[in-house]
C-alpha cells in the first residue's frame, strides 16, 4: 500500500490513458494557431517564414519537434483505441491482441520507411 | 498486530474546526473500516455520523472515501488499506455532505431517475406474464449490470462527475443499458433521449475508474459505451439529435 | 456534450486518422537534409491533391478542437452553457480562419 501513497483513484492504466489524450489534445490545439500562422508567412514574408524554419536546426527546436510528433502520434492511437473500445463489443483480449497487432504493424512500417529514405 | 494502535485520520470538511480528527483505535485481528469508524463513534466521539446498515455487502449505504479511494467500508478490511498503522477515511466524493462521513444521496438518486431509471411497462394484469430468454444476447448485456445496489462508489470515482455537476454519472446510465436491454420494459426512446442531452453518456471519456472500483465487479463503462452505440445507431437512422 | 456534438467529435477523428499517418510520413520524409520554404512550396504550390488534403484537414481538425477545447473549459473550467458555446464558435472559427489563410498560402498557384 504505501506504493501507492498520494496516489488516489486514479492510479490505473485508462484513467492514465485519458489523461495522456486529454493533455495531449490541448497541447495540440494550442499548437496549431502557432504552426497556422507561421505556414501563411509562404505568401506574406518568404523570408522570415525561411528564417523560423532555420530555426529548426537548432538542438531545442529538435525536441520541442520531437514532443509535437509524439503528441500527435499519441493522440491519434489514443483516439483509435478509444473509438475501438467504444464502438466495436470486442472481448478485452480481442482488443488487446488487435492493439498489439497494430502497434507491431506500425513498427515494421517506421522501420522499413526509416531504412527505405 | 493485535496490540497496537491505529491511527485513523477522519475527513471532517472545513465546517469541523475545533472537532477532533486524530483518533487512537485498537488493532484486531479480524477489523473491517467500518469497525473502526463505529469503535470511534461509540468509544472515542459519539458525535460522530456516519452512515451503515447491513454490514455484509448488501444494502450500498457505508461507502466512503478509504485513503482517497471510494470502498465499502463494510467489506474492506482495515489491514488492506492501511499505511503503516495509519488511513485517512473521508465522506465520498462528489456528493454534497451532510456532517461528517454521512453524503446526501439525493443528486445521485435523482440522476438515476433522470436517466430514465426507472421501469416502462407495457403491459397490464390481463396479460400473460412475458416470457425471458436468459440466453438471448440482450438479457446476456442486461443480466451483466443489474446487481446494482446504488452505493455511488464509482459515482465518487469518477472525474468527469467531479467536473459536470450535469454528468447523470456511471450508475444510472448503467441502469438505462441494462433497461434498453431488457425484453420486458417498453422505454427505448424515452431512455436514448434522456441519456442523449447535456448531461448524457456522450460526456464519459472512458476512464475506466467506475469499472475500476464498482465493489460488486460491474462494468459501467462497458455499459455506457453502449448506450453510446445505440445512440450512434440512431442517429444515422432516424436524424435523432 | 450532446449526441450531436459526440458525433461530430468521432467523425472528424475518423476522418483525421488517416491525414494524420499522411501529415506524419510526409514529416518525416520533410525533414531529412532540413527544411525551407522553397523545398515546402515546391512541393504543395499549385497543386490541387495538397489543397485538398490539408483543407480537409484544417476544416476537421476545426470542428474537433473546438468541441474538444469546449469539453475541456467546461470540465476544468466551470464554463457552462452560453459561454461554452461561445468558445467553441470562436476557437473553431479562429482555427478555420487561421488554418485556411495557412492552405492558401501554400498552395497558391
Sequence with gaps: MSMTKGITSRAHPLWLAYILHRVSGLALALFLPLHFWVLAMAVSDPARLDGFLHLTEAAVVKVAEFGLVFLLAVHMFGGLRLMAMEWLPWTPPQKTLAAAATAVSFLIAVLFFMKAI | MAAEALKITIDRGPNAQGLQTEFEVPAQDNQTVLDVVSWIQQNADPTLSYRFACRVGMCGSCAMMVGGVPRWTCRTHISKVLDGNAVTIGPLRNLPVIKDLAVDMDPFFDKWVAAEGVHHGGLTRDDPIAVVDETAPARVEANAGIECINCSVCYAACDTVTGNADYLGPAALQRAWTLLNDAKDEGRVAILDAVSGNGGCHNCHSMGSCTAYCPNDLDPMSAIAGLKRETAKSFFKRGRR | ?109
Excluded at chain 3, 450532446?2 to 494524420?20: C, N
Excluded at chain 3, 476545426?62 to 475541456?72: F, Y
Design chain 3, 1 to 109: 456534450m450532446t449526441l450531436r456534438l459526440y458525433m461530430l467529435q468521432r467523425i472528424t477523428a475518423l476522418l483525421m486518422a488517416p491525414l494524420v499517418i499522411g501529415h506524419l510520413a510526409v514529416m518525416i520524409y520533410a525533414i531529412q537534409g532540413g527544411l525551407s520554404a522553397a523545398e515546402i512550396l515546391g512541393r504543395t504550390q499549385g497543386s490541387v491533391l495538397w489543397f485538398a488534403f490539408y483543407g480537409t484537414f484544417v476544416a476537421a481538425v476545426s470542428i474537433h478542437g473546438a468541441i474538444g477545447l469546449r469539453t475541456i473549459a467546461a470540465e476544468w473550467g466551470g464554463l457552462r452553457g452560453i459561454a461554452a458555446d461561445a468558445l467553441m464558435w470562436i476557437v473553431g472559427l479562429g482555427l478555420f480562419v487561421l488554418g485556411a489563410q495557412a492552405v492558401w498560402a501554400v498552395t497558391y498557384p
